[in-house]
């Protein structure tokens, strides 16, 4: 089945990001300045610094979503039946890929997002945010289109 060869393919792609994340955030880490810029302005101005520990914690708490992502697929998968049909083991597994679309969606934010924060830019270029919204977007609705193809 293409959706489940595709959806592992996108949790594999995910864990190797979420690894990438905390092994470059502890190699720069002693090298950050003690505040690191945490929120932006609409126009891409930094108006939030906070301790760069905090990226840690906004580190832990990313893992956290995304083992509880998991757990759910796992759980969804689980209340599928061995002797179900084709047809209805397909349908159990959409939302198990649409949650791996989400997952890597949220890594990439995420670590766009702390790699702002680990460069200490004070002003983003214009394209930054639209740039985030949207490869949001489009892979959110890539996998709402390879779920309806089949």
Do not use: C
């Amino acid at each position: 089945m293409q959706v489940k060869k595709v959806g592992k393919a996108l949790d594999a792609v995910t864990w190797l990001l979420v690894a990438a994340g905390i092994g470059i955030l502890a190699y720069v880490y002693d090298r950050l300045p003690s505040e690191v810029p945490f929120h932006y302005d609409n126009s891409g101005k930094v108006n939030g610094m906070e301790p760069k520990y905090a990226l840690w914690i906004s580190e832990a708490f990313f893992v956290l979503i995304i083992f509880g992502l998991s757990w759910w697929q796992q759980y969804v998968l689980s209340q599928s039946r061995s002797e179900e049909t084709l047809e209805e083991t397909k349908s159990v597994y959409k939302p198990v890929f649409f949650l791996s679309v989400i997952k890597l969606v949220i890594t990439v934010t995420v670590s766009m997002t702390h790699w702002t924060s680990i460069i200490s830019m004070e002003v983003l270029p214009w394209w930054f945010f639209p740039t985030i919204l949207l490869f949001t977007l489009a892979a959110v609705g890539w996998g709402i289109w390879l779920l309806s193809k089949n």
